[in-house]
């Protein structure tokens, strides 16, 4: 289904600079289980890395060849059920922001200060 952001993003995003990812993930995703092919080091900061492609195309519905997993089954399952007790785990962001606001106003701080977010 496609919800209002998809929309406005499918229409309306600017992907120029992201050209040669778009076209690998195409022929090669998700970005997320393999070593990145953009960066010999860390990438300069966590949105800019390849993973961050992957929500962003897979909304967009960009058609894509998927890569052959490279673990089992029961390794999968294993790392859904690590993922899900963590997701059941989190705070919801109404939640979330507040105590960040309180506790470590260091990190927004950061986080608004960097020219990348």
Same mark, same amino acid.
């Given at each position: #289904?496609?919800?209002?952001?998809w929309q406005?993003?499918?229409?309306?995003?600017?992907?120029?600079?992201?050209?040669?990812?778009?076209?690998?993930?195409?022929?090669?995703? &998700?970005?997320?289980?393999?070593?990145? %092919?953009?960066?010999?080091v860390l990438?300069? =900061?966590?949105?800019? =890395?390849?993973?961050?492609?992957?929500?962003?195309?897979?909304?967009?519905? *960009?058609?894509?060849?998927?890569?052959?997993? *490279?673990?089992? &089954?029961?390794?999968?399952?294993?790392?859904? #059920?690590?993922?899900?007790?963590?997701?059941?785990?989190?705070?919801p962001q109404?939640?979330? %922001?507040?105590?960040?606001?309180?506790?470590? &106003? =260091?990190?927004?701080?950061?986080? *608004?200060?960097?020219?990348?977010?």
């Amino acid at each position: #289904m496609q919800t209002p952001l998809w929309q406005a993003a499918n229409h309306e995003a600017n992907i120029s600079g992201a050209e040669a990812r778009v076209a690998h993930f195409c022929e090669q995703s &998700p970005f997320s289980y393999r070593p990145s %092919l953009f960066y010999t080091v860390l990438p300069p =900061d966590f949105f800019s =890395d390849d993973h961050s492609y992957d929500p962003l195309l897979l909304g967009q519905q *960009v058609l894509a060849q998927y890569v052959q997993p *490279v673990e089992s &089954p029961q390794e999968w399952q294993r790392q859904v #059920m690590i993922l899900r007790y963590l997701a059941d785990r989190a705070l919801p962001q109404q939640e979330a %922001l507040p105590w960040l606001t309180l506790q470590r &106003p =260091d990190l927004l701080e950061a986080f *608004v200060q960097e020219p990348e977010s």
